[in-house]
C-alpha cells in the first residue's frame, strides 16, 4: 500500500490543509517519505459530525455485524502485516519480533471484543417485574456516543489507531475519530485504512471511522471539545492527560476522559525472595526494566528493599546486569531528551545516588539503562524522586525495617501496577500487609512476576488510581475496557415489544440476565 500522508475521512483520503510535516526513523535520524499534512477546524467538524450521524445507525446493528467488523479489521491488520510492521520499525525503532508480537496482539485484542460483543455480557441485561405498586424496570448499557481516541507512542499497533481503545469503543457501538501519533504517521495510516476498508465492506456509514493527522496540540483539543464528542480514550504523558481532561471538564458539556499517563511500577523485594533466588531476580529485574528501551507504562521504575546482606548482594548483582546492557534507540528525539533530563534530575537530587549505568550510547536517540539508589528516609522526605522517568531506569529504595517499607508503600502515588516478591512461608505477613495497602495504590498486583507483559484477556485491570490514569475505576485493557464507553438506561413500564431485544420477555439474544436479583440466561 502506497503511503499517502492524508487523514482518513468519510472514507476517503484527504489532503490537510495545515503545515507538513515527516515521520523520523529515530535509528538513523532521517526524514521519512511522504509529506503528511496537518488537518484543520473543518476537518475536525467534518469527522466530528459523520461520526455523530453515524452513531445512530451503528448503535442499533446486530451485536453481530459489529463483532464482524472487529474480526474484519484484525484480518485486514494481518494482511498488512509485514508493510506495518516494516514502517512501524523504521518510525518507532522498536526490533521485528517486539512488532511482530504486537500486530498479534493487536489482532487478538479485536476479536477478543468480538467475542464479548456476541456474549453480550456487557450489556448487564437486568429485568426486576412489577410488584404490587413498583413498576417494571428494565436496564442495559447503551453506547455513549463518538469517541475521541489518542494514540500512544511506545504501542504503535496495540494502543494507537486499531489499539484497545478504538476496539473496546467500536464494540461499544461508539464511532471512532482517532488522531494520529505524530511520531508514527505512516504506520497509523496503514492501520487506519485496514479500519476504513472493514468498515466500507461492512456497508456501514463512513462515520463509524475517522483519522486526523497533526502534529501539535490543536486538533486534538479541537477535537476534545467538539460537541459530538462523548468520550476520549488516550494514552502517554501525564501533562498531555491533564490537559486533555481540562478541556473536556470545562466544555459545556462535559465528558469523560479515560487517560492513561505516568506509573512507576513499585517492586517490593521481600527478604525471603532475595535469600531465596536473588540472582536470578535480578537478571529478570534487568530484562524487564530495559526491554524496548524501558518505554512501557508497566516499567519497573521503583525497587524497594530491606537493608541487608542479601539485598547488598541483590545491588551488585543487578548493577553487574545493567552494566553489561546496550544501549537502545528511543521513540522519538523528544522522549529521550526527557529521558536524558529525566535521569540528570535523579543525578543531582539529595540523597540518590547512581549504582549503574548501560553502555555508552553509540548514537543521539539512544538511551543508557540508569540504575540508581536512595532511601527510604530521602524517599519520604522529597516527592520528587517518585516522578516516572520513561525509559530504562529505576530507583532502588533501601528501607530500615518492614514498618519502614510499609510506610513508603503507604506514601505512594497511584499506580498500574505493584510487584511482591516473596517466599511464600518466610515473607507472607509482610507480604499480606503490602498486598492489603497495595490494592489501594494499583491496578494489578501481582506476587513473584514482572509488571511488564500486560495480558489482553477479561480479568485485566490496566489502570490504576491518579496519576496512572485519570479514572481508577476502569481499565483501557481487556475486555472491561468497554465498560467506559457505555451508560445505563433504565425502562419503565415499557410494552414488550418497544423494548430493546436485551430486554424483551422472550430474551431473543440468549443472554444471561439479572431477573429479579437472580442470575439466569432466559
Ligand atoms: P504525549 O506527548 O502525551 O502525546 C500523546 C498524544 O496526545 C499525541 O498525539 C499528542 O499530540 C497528544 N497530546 C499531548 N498533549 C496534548 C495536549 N496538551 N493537547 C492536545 N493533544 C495533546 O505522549 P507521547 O508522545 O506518547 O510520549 C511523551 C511522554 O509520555 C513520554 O516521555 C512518557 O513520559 C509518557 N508516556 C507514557 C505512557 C504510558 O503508558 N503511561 C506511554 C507513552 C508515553 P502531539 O504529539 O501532536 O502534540
Not at 503511503?3 to 535520524?29: K, R
Not at 441485561?125 to 463518538?146: E, N
Not at 473536556?248 to 527478604?271: G, H, K, Q
Amino acid at each position: 500500500m502506497t503511503i499517502t500522508g492524508e487523514m482518513l475521512i468519510d472514507g476517503e483520503a484527504v489532503t490537510g490543509n495545515g503545515d507538513a510535516f515527516y515521520a523520523l526513523n529515530p535509528t538513523t535520524g532521517a526524514q521519512m517519505e511522504p509529506a503528511f499534512r496537518s488537518g484543520g477546524v473543518t476537518d475536525v467538524a467534518r469527522a466530528c459530525e459523520l461520526g455523530r450521524q453515524a452513531f445512530n445507525l451503528y448503535r442499533n446493528t446486530s451485536l453481530e455485524t459489529r463483532a464482524a467488523l472487529l474480526e474484519s479489521i484484525a484480518s485486514n491488520l494481518e494482511a498488512a502485516g509485514n508493510e506495518l510492521v516494516e514502517r512501524a520499525m523504521a518510525e518507532t525503532g522498536l526490533a521485528r519480533p517486539r512488532l511482530e508480537g504486537e500486530l498479534a496482539r493487536t489482532a487478538r485484542q479485536l476479536r477478543m471484543f468480538a467475542g464479548v460483543v456476541r456474549k453480550g455480557h456487557w450489556l448487564n441485561a437486568t429485568l426486576d417485574s412489577a410488584s404490587g405498586a413498583a413498576p417494571d424496570l428494565r436496564m442495559r448499557m447503551i453506547a455513549l456516543g463518538p469517541v475521541a481516541v489518542f494514540g500512544a507512542s511506545n504501542f504503535p499497533l496495540a494502543f494507537s489507531v486499531a489499539g484497545g481503545d478504538t476496539a473496546s469503543a467500536l464494540a461499544a457501538a461508539c464511532p471512532v475519530i482517532v488522531k494520529a501519533h505524530p511520531a508514527h504517521p505512516g504506520t497509523s495510516e496503514i492501520a487506519g485504512r485496514a479500519i476504513q476498508a472493514a468498515v466500507a465492506s461492512a456497508g456501514l456509514p463512513h462515520g463509524v471511522f475517522s483519522m486526523l493527522v497533526d502534529h501539535g496540540h490543536a486538533i486534538g483539543e479541537e477535537l476534545v471539545r467538539h460537541s459530538a464528542i462523548k468520550a476520549v480514550g488516550f494514552t502517554g504523558s501525564r501533562s498531555g492527560g491533564i490537559a486533555l481532561s481540562r478541556i473536556a471538564a470545562n466544555r459545556p458539556e462535559p465528558i469523560p476522559v479515560y487517560a492513561e499517563m505516568s506509573s512507576t511500577n513499585p517492586v517490593f523485594l521481600l527478604p525471603g525472595a532475595l535469600r531465596a533466588g536473588g540472582v536470578q531476580l535480578a537478571t529478570g529485574f534487568a530484562d524487564s526494566l530495559t526491554a524496548s528501551a524501558g518505554q512501557f507504562c508497566t516499567n519497573p521504575g521503583l525497587v524497594l528493599a530491606i537493608a541487608g546482606a542479601d539485598t547488598d548482594a541483590w545491588k551488585l548483582a543487578v548493577s553487574a546486569a545493567i552494566v553489561g546492557r546496550p544501549a537502545a534507540t528511543m521513540l522519538t528525539p523528544g522522549i529521550h531528551a526527557a529521558y536524558e533530563a529525566g535521569i540528570a534530575r535523579l543525578d543531582g537530587m539529595h540523597g540518590v545516588r547512581r549504582l549503574a549505568h548501560g553502555v555508552t550510547p553509540a548514537s543521539s536517540c539512544q538511551a543508557r539503562a540508569a540504575l540508581y539508589e536512595t532511601t527510604a528516609d530521602a524517599f519520604l522526605a522529597d516527592k520528587q524522586i517518585q516522578n516516572e522517568v520513561f525509559g530504562p531506569s529505576s530507583v532502588i529504595v533501601i528501607c530500615r525495617d518492614s514498618a519502614h517499607m510499609l510506610a513508603v508503600a503507604q506514601a505512594l502515588e497511584g499506580q498500574l501496577t505493584a510487584t511482591v516478591h516473596a517466599e511464600l512461608q518466610v515473607d507472607a505477613a509482610l507480604a499480606q500487609l503490602l498486598l492489603s495497602c497495595l490494592e489501594l495504590k494499583a491496578g494489578r498486583v501481582l506476587i513473584n512476576g514482572f509488571p511488564t507483559g500486560v495480558e489482553v484477556c477479561h480479568a485485566m485491570v490496566h489502570g490504576g488510581p491518579f496519576p496512572s490514569t485519570s479514572d481508577g475505576r476502569t481499565t483501557s485493557v481487556g475486555a472491561g475496557a468497554i465498560d467506559r464507553f457505555l451508560r445505563p438506561v433504565c425502562y419503565q413500564n415499557v410494552p414488550d415489544s418497544w423494548l430493546p431485544e436485551a430486554l424483551q420477555d422472550a430474551n431473543p439474544l440468549n443472554l444471561w440476565r439479572l431477573k429479579d436479583g437472580e442470575r439466569v440466561n432466559g
